[in-house]
Each structure stands twice: as C-alpha cells, then as structure tokens.
C-alpha cells in the first residue's frame, strides 16, 4: 500500500470530470470506466497518467513505515493544511513537458513550489525508506546529481528546486504525434482553462491498496483562507 499528497480540483469541478473523461477513470470514484474516454484518445497514450489520477504531485507515493498508521498520517496531513493558507497557481494551459503532455501554469508559481517543499520535508517522517527495487527503478531516469540525491534523502528526484507543478494528461508521445496530440488536448482543455485563475485550495491523500492497483482519492483537507486564518489568531 502506497500514499501520495495530491492536489486536485473537487470532484465535480468542470476540470475534474473533462481530464477524468479523457484519462478514462476519476480518482474519486472506484470504477474505471474506459468506454468514457474522449473520442479518438488512444487508451495507450493515457495508460500511466489513468493509474494515478487527474493530479499534481505535492509529496509523492511512498510506503508507510511499519511504525506509523494511515489514521496518524491523516491527522498529520489534517494538521498541515490547518496552518497553510490558499495558494494562488493563475492561469493553466497545456504545455508539453520533456516528451509528454500537462496542464501547467501559464505563469510562475513561487507560492505552489513553497507549499509542496513544506510537505515533503514535514511529512517525510511517515515515509518508510525506498527498497532496492524502487530505488533502481528511478535510477533508470535521467537523473543529474542533485536529482539522485533528493531521490536518496527524500524518496523522489523532482523536489525543493527541482519541483514543478504539473498535472499530467498523457505517458510519453513519439515526436511525430506530438502536433496531433497537443491540438487536440488544447481542443479539449482550453475552453476550461482561458477564464479562469486557479487556486491548491485543498490537498488530497490518495491511496494504492497494492503496487500496480489504481491510486484513489481518500481524504480531501482544505487550505484555509487567510481570513480564516487571522480569526483563530
């Protein structure tokens, strides 16, 4: 069994339901319906993003350690969105990112890349360490220095300075598809994203039950709002 710290539109945000019906599951929802997915997607292109669910990562799957429970970890979690206010992200728009296909945001986002370096160094107590086998399977990345140790000391490469905020649509896409998808992902998306400043208003635990099962969303904690937070003081 494996956790991550996700954020995540609500379920029934109008970007929730077009990125979950173009991957062919919600992380909501138990049930993987694939015969939902866009029109023309090939099912092949969204196979890894479809196992995690529509997300950007803040601290990423890891195993609990023995001596540590989900109920602690939930408190935990509970207690750190209880203390962070709403982060601003702006504008999404899909970009490719190396050899595959995200919303990202249109502009810098300072503030998301302070939230998630907090996570991953306030939670990380709960993160039992990497085995042999996960560690070799991130080696197999292309990795530089600095991204080898995060992976040592923190259980994945792409934190602190290396993180940026993403939310994947498609696993990698040959170079001669990458017009053809990138239309039509724009054909789909834009109208959602051109009207409106999105904000990480809350961030959601999810859980795998077994190594290759699908990641599903199970507690979703909100950030409070900075009024909220000057009236407790």
């Keep these: 069994m494996r956790y991550a710290l996700y954020y995540t539109p609500p379920p029934d945000h109008a970007l929730t339901r077009v990125a979950s019906r173009w991957l062919g599951r919600s992380a909501f929802s138990h049930n993987c319906d694939e015969s939902s997915q866009a029109s023309g997607c090939d099912q092949a292109l969204t196979a890894e993003p479809r196992r995690y669910g529509f997300h950007a990562t803040i601290k990423a799957p890891f195993r609990l350690r023995e001596d540590r429970t989900a109920e602690e970890l939930e408190a935990a979690v509970r207690s750190f969105c209880a203390k962070r206010p709403i982060c601003p ?74 993180f940026r905020f993403h939310m994947t649509l498609t696993g990698p896409v040959q170079a001669s598809r990458r017009e053809a998808v990138g239309e039509q992902l724009k054909a789909m998306f834009d109208p959602l994203l051109l009207a409106e400043d999105f904000y990480i208003d809350a961030l959601t635990l999810f859980v795998q039950d077994n190594p290759g099962g699908d990641f599903l969303a199970r507690t979703r904690f909100p950030l409070w709002t900075r009024e909220q937070m000057k009236a407790t003081g």
């Design 89 to 162: 992200i702006g504008p999404l728009s899909v970009a490719r990112v190396g050899n595959f296909f995200a919303l990202v945001p249109s502009t810098g986002t300072p503030f998301s890349g302070g939230l998630a370096s907090r996570a991953v160094g306030d939670l990380d107590e709960f993160r039992a360490p990497l085995n042999e086998a996960e560690l070799q399977r991130h080696l197999r990345s292309d990795l530089d220095d600095v991204e080898t140790t995060n992976l040592v000391l923190w259980g994945y490469p792409y934190v602190f300075d290396r």
